[in-house]
């Protein structure tokens, strides 16, 4: 369930970001709520529910996620990798959807081994600007990596690296 909490975040977060040569305009909506057509009528595919979406990274009350919603910048924060996947691989894909990588860091996991293979489940990846990665975020994000695993891309803390 959303709050307006959530939605004056995303609109302070995303109204003037420049998306595909745009800049996006938020407005919060006059209404409180929106109603989905019940079973059987038909919505002209204007309407469509994800909350429970398997995907959905804010589906669960309290998770982790709600603390780390950070304003679009040109870092992106990776997360959910498995260990057979390469730095060589997410720079490739990213270039290809964001453009030019100015960096790449693997983030150690707290209270594991400094074994880089263990540290690989998350990492920072800096783009050029913030609307590449705004594009890189959008196309990459829930992006299948192998069997059941998805990679999970936000916005990061830190602006760069």
């Given at each position: 369930m959303s709050t307006p909490q959530q939605a004056q975040t995303a609109q302070n977060h995303l109204n003037k970001v420049v998306f595909f040569g745009k800049e996006l305009h938020i407005t919060l909506s006059r209404h409180s709520q929106v109603s989905l057509p019940r079973d059987g009528q038909e919505d002209a595919g204007l309407t469509k529910d994800f909350s429970q979406s398997p995907l959905h990274r804010f589906r669960n009350p309290g998770s982790h996620n709600y603390q780390n919603i950070?304003?679009?910048?040109?870092?992106?924060?990776?997360?959910?990798?498995?260990?057979?996947i390469t730095e060589e691989f997410l720079r490739e894909s990213f270039e290809q959807v964001g453009g030019a990588i100015v960096g790449f860091r693997w983030i150690?996991?707290?209270?594991?081994?400094?074994?880089?293979?263990?540290?690989?489940r998350m990492a920072l990846i800096q783009l050029g600007s913030t609307e590449h990665a705004v594009q890189a975020l959008?196309?990459?994000h829930n992006f299948q990596l192998v069997d059941k695993r998805y990679l999970k891309v936000s916005f990061a803390k830190s602006q760069s690296l």
């Open positions: 950070y304003a679009p910048s040109p870092c992106v924060h990776l997360s959910n990798i498995p260990e057979s150690p996991l707290k209270g594991e081994e400094t074994d880089l293979k263990k540290d690989r959008v196309a990459m």
